[in-house]
């Protein structure tokens, strides 16, 4: 078991991530938490997703930031080294060839990336637009 420094907490997993303290409330909290050097991306995600899914409402579930519409559509949180993207498992089987091309990884129901690499936000814009008509959810 591994024992966070900061708060106290205890883990399976060294260096475990979550968060020390009172879990954020809003989007906003969320992204004011991260490191100072991500939180650009992660607001451009957030702006995004916002013009893409006017009609969802924004909000923190399962401790990231969440568009839901009668049911979550989509995801995004902070990750060590990249933005995770979850979109659920049937948007991530219909973009695998867009997300080969972009040159992501990806898994069932979630994309990863890499805070090193050009945010893909056509792409984004486009998944989350193909979750809502659609009706696949995360």
């Known amino acids: 078991m591994w024992k966070c420094p900061k708060c106290g907490r205890s883990f399976k997993k060294e260096n475990q991530g979550h968060y020390c303290g009172k879990a954020p409330e809003t989007v906003e909290d969320y992204i004011a938490s991260q490191d100072e050097d991500i939180r650009g991306q992660l607001q451009s995600v957030r702006q995004v997703l916002l013009s893409s899914l006017p009609d969802a409402t924004e909000k923190i579930s399962w401790s990231m930031p969440t568009y ?10 902070a990750q060590k080294k990249h933005i995770g993207l979850y979109p659920g ?50």
């Open 68 to 77: 839901w519409k009668g049911q979550n559509i989509i995801h995004f949180a």
């Open 89 to 138: 498992p049937e948007a991530v089987e219909f973009f695998s060839g867009k997300l080969d091309q972009a040159g992501l990884k990806y898994s069932k129901g979630s994309i990863r990336i890499p805070y090193s690499e050009e945010l893909p936000l056509k792409l984004i814009a486009e998944i989350a637009d193909w979750c809502v008509k659609t009706g696949n959810h995360a």
